[in-house]
């Protein structure tokens, strides 16, 4: 395999990243080409200092591109260590870029490429955050990394719940639990009957991207611990992933109104046939409607009506995923240090 190492986003490699993307190990939507261009243009929202510099490494067999590594460079507490775009906040999973069938010989000639390379450099550790639990990547990190060399240690960081879609609300709603089962129903059909007009709305008016994006962002600034979160920078960086999702066709952006005023949102990404839930807004002043459940028992309906094969939590434990028939996946964290 012959490497290339980029300093700069390789964008004549769009397509080709894109195409490698759809045949790899994990097809996730933290990985494709535009959202890791807008994600290194804001440092991940300001997560990461501007002197942080790009080191993605390609693999091509003759002309055929194999593998991409999309990497960083960065410092922490004085170690410079090597770390996957889109680390760590923000985007829910990450991983190399690879096909199932190339990824031992990938993960091998990646790490002599980089011991031989990279280390005489000062790059100390190569640190990768976000790694969905059956990643074969984390196996070939693993095994690869001692034989060159490397000391290699594997850590869980998180759960992430996801839900199996039967393709049918009906037969969905049965594999819940009895007791929540009858509170979907309960809180939905109250919306339904309220005397108030209670409705779901999609964005899918390109003239409307920004101004709901901002709505978005609106409720969820009355979480006091989300309002800490969206500084400018991630504000920004929110800005761009939308319009890039919606440009795209991923974008799922759907507000749960109460007469016209929104109650709560869910900013999902519907990709690769399955929805993941991004990220969530909820105004209280419209609790008696129950707007977070009633919104997301729509959009489970939708997902399963419309034949999604997974609706996926992503990171995060909290106890309403589990509530909806959720089941826990790990999420990992290898680092191996030389």
Request: aromatic fraction near 12%.
């Given at each position: ?6 300093k ?23 990985l ?58 923000i ?69 992430a ?36 007009k ?24 009355q ?10 920078a ?8 939308v ?83 959720a ?12």
């Amino acid at each position: 395999m012959e490497f290339t190492y980029y300093k700069t986003f390789p964008t004549e490699l769009k397509e080709e990243w894109n195409q490698l993307l759809s045949k790899s190990v994990n097809d996730v939507p933290f990985l494709r080409f535009e959202y890791l261009s807008d994600w290194w243009q804001t440092r991940g929202g300001g997560e990461w200092p501007q002197e942080a510099e790009l080191a993605i490494l390609t693999a091509r067999e003759g002309s055929e591109l194999v593998g991409i590594a999309p990497f960083f460079l960065t410092e922490q507490e004085g170690v410079k260590k090597l770390m996957l775009l889109g680390s760590i906040e923000i985007s829910d999973f990450l991983d190399l870029i690879v096909p199932a069938d190339r990824e031992q010989a990938f993960v091998t000639a990646l790490l002599q490429y980089i011991k031989n390379q990279l280390i005489p450099l000062g790059i100390a550790v190569i640190d990768l955050h976000n790694l969905l639990e059956d990643s074969p990547t984390i196996k070939q990190l693993c095994e690869a990394g001692k034989a060159a060399g490397f000391e290699v240690n594997k850590t869980v960081l998180q759960q992430a719940p996801c839900i199996t879609l039967p393709g049918d609300w009906e037969l969905y709603l049965e594999s819940i639990d009895k007791k929540q089962r009858h509170e979907i129903r309960r809180k939905m059909r109250r919306a339904a009957e309220a005397d108030a007009k209670v409705e779901v709305y999609y964005t899918t008016d390109p003239a409307r991207v920004e101004v709901d994006t901002q709505a978005f962002l609106g409720l969820m600034t009355q979480d006091p611990e989300k309002a800490a979160f969206l500084t400018p920078a991630m504000r920004e960086q929110f800005l761009l992933s939308v319009q890039t999702a919606f440009k795209h066709g991923w974008l799922q952006l759907a507000f749960l109104t109460v007469d016209g005023e929104n109650a709560a949102a869910y900013l999902n990404l519907d990709y690769q046939n399955r929805i993941w839930v991004y990220n969530s807004g909820l105004d209280r002043r419209f609790m008696e409607y129950s707007p977070g459940w009633v919104l997301l028992g729509h959009l489970l309906m939708w997902a399963n009506e419309n034949k999604r094969s997974a609706f996926d939590f992503m990171r995060g434990n909290e106890d309403y995923k589990y509530k909806f028939g959720a089941v826990d996946r790990l999420v990992c964290r290898v680092t191996l240090t030389k």
